[in-house]
């Protein structure tokens, strides 16, 4: 049975730092962390390939985020530093059902339930 499990959101003023975490229960050849801001399409934030560790980031949040993998605890973090009022969205944990690397939403079958960031100025 797939499982993500996100947590760790919340809210927090600009400048400030979150941590957020995905509990996964299979394992995947890449994921990521997405976002969706009301009104607005679901963008991809950070991905990684989990053997080997490489990877990707949008330009949005370069220098800022930091997305990373415990293997022995199956979780997925995204360590998210200054943060900007317009970071705020609900920030979704996903996983690919294949063997590809890249940031297109449609690319990634099991998602997580989401959890909000709310940054506030």
Avoid: H
Avoid at 5 to 27: D, F, I, K, P
Avoid at 41 to 59: H, L, M, P, Q, S
């Amino acid at each position: 049975q797939v499982q993500l499990v996100e947590s760790g959101g919340g809210e927090v003023q600009a400048g400030g730092s979150l941590r957020l975490s995905c509990e996964y229960s299979n394992s995947y050849y890449c994921m990521g962390w997405f976002r969706q801001a009301p009104g607005k399409e679901r963008e991809g934030v950070a991905i990684i390939r989990t053997r080997g560790g490489t990877t990707y980031y949008a330009d949005s949040v370069k220098g800022r985020f930091t997305i990373s993998l415990d293997n022995a605890k199956n979780t997925l973090y995204l360590q998210m530093n200054s943060l900007k009022p317009e970071d705020t969205a609900m920030y979704y944990c996903a996983a690919t059902g294949g063997f590809w690397f890249n940031m297109a939403p449609v690319d990634f079958a099991y998602w997580g339930q989401g959890t909000q960031v709310t940054v506030s100025s």
